[in-house]
T-cell receptor, first 114, second 114 residues
């Protein structure tokens, strides 16, 4: 069974630009969540989608947005990039809401903003 | 709110040494507790979990016991190997049964020398 796939692996963007990151969950997983990982703040929850609906959102500005498609694939978008947005963005999927359904993470997209 | 505090590294051990990484948490109710591991260049992998007090999670020789009285979930391994070198994250989920929104500790870098 294929794991969670994130594309691209690396991105370099300039301040003020926007970027779109893609995530394909494990087949059959309907919940997709996104995390930001930085050396200073560690891992922080961005948002989660289930059946194309955002169910929960972390404490990030409105420049960070996402969506989920009917095939459960998800994208996240960051507009008006700032230097502080440089981070590893991790996507995770899970099959259902249950204590016995852990998150499965992708290898991440490394975003560098110059 | 929820928070996780884990011992900061880096931790450097010789092969076959005993490992302990401390983790304590603050949360309301009855969270689920997790240890995730991140190898260089990769996303996070679930190492073990415990969903209620006194549960012991175990995997690949690693163990952790959910101690509600001390709000702790310390990770232990009796004999580490070079291949255990990675960053270890303690995390909790307290979202009414949903595991997608995790609160992570800062991570502990473990290096095992031959």
């Amino acid at each position: 069974k294929a794991g969670v796939t994130q594309t691209p692996r690396y991105l370099i963007k300039t301040r003020g630009q926007q970027v779109t990151l893609s995530c394909s969950p494990i087949s059959g997983h309907r919940s997709v969540s996104w995390y930001q990982q930085t050396p200073g703040q560690g891992l922080q929850f961005l948002f989660e989608y289930f059946s194309e609906t955002q169910r929960n959102k972390g404490n990030f500005p409105g420049r960070f947005s996402g969506r989920q498609f009917s095939n459960s694939r998800s994208e996240m978008n960051v507009s008006t990039l700032e230097l502080g947005d440089s981070a590893l963005y991790l996507c995770a999927s899970t099959v259902q809401d249950s204590y016995n359904s852990p998150l499965h993470f992708g290898n991440g997209t490394r975003l560098t903003v110059t | 709110g929820n928070s996780v505090t884990q011992m900061e590294g880096p931790v450097t051990l010789s092969e076959e040494a005993f490992l302990t990484i401390n983790c304590t948490y603050t949360a309301t109710g009855y969270p689920s507790l997790f240890w995730y591991v991140q190898y260089p260049g990769e996303g996070l992998q679930l190492l073990l979990k415990a969903t209620k007090a006194d549960d012991k999670g175990s995997n690949k020789g690693f163990e952790a016991t959910y101690r509600k009285e001390t709000t702790s979930f310390h990770l232990e391994k009796g004999s580490v190997q070079v291949s255990d070198s990675a960053v270890y994250f303690c995390a909790l989920s307290n979202s009414g049964g949903s595991n997608y929104k995790l609160t992570f500790g800062k991570g502990t870098l473990l290096t095992v020398n031959p």
